[in-house]
């Protein structure tokens, strides 16, 4: 009896197909994965440990933690530091599942007066640590407008595109 090879043909198309199905169900369950971004920077707890209330000023502040990339817009009383951390999930909308805002406010003398750090608990400002020498942050109205535009800042203004 002779070998045709047709046997051997459709063993290797039958691998092929599975191969290429397996390659398929990776490639979706690759797009489906939730990737995550970071937007913004927040100084972290061991880098505010180094900022001292009530000595430390902008000039010293700039060397330790960085300049932020907002400030008080009218009188120019506090820095904010803003962070968003962004969900991608396949060909769905990216959605903000966190944010926080760091307040540092300064004395009319130029020291570091008050130290807040702020979040977002559903959809209410809520402060997450203080090291203030005074109650209450200047400047409480762009903290919440920081924060306040949760879920509505498209990603397309985030990014530039």
Known sequence: MGYNGKGATRAAMGRALRMGMAGVLL?????CSTI???H???P?????????VGKDTRETLTEK?????????LNDTG?????SRWAYRGAFEPREID?????????????????ERFGLEQGRVVPLSRRVTETNV????????????????????ITGD
């Open 27 to 31: 490639f979706v369950v690759a797009a």
């Open 36 to 38: 995550y971004r970071n």
């Open 40 to 42: 913004g920077y927040v």
């Open 44 to 52: 972290t707890d061991d880098e505010l440990a180094l900022v001292e």
């Open 65 to 73: 933690i960085g300049r932020p990339t907002a400030a008080g817009l």
């Open 79 to 83: 820095w904010f530091y803003v962070q």
């Open 99 to 115: 944010r926080q805002v760091l307040a540092i406010t300064f004395s009319e003398g130029g020291t570091v007066q008050n130290i």
């Open 138 to 157: 200047k400047g409480m109205g762009i903290i919440r407008q920081l924060l306040g535009s949760f879920g509505r800042l498209s990603p397309a203004a």
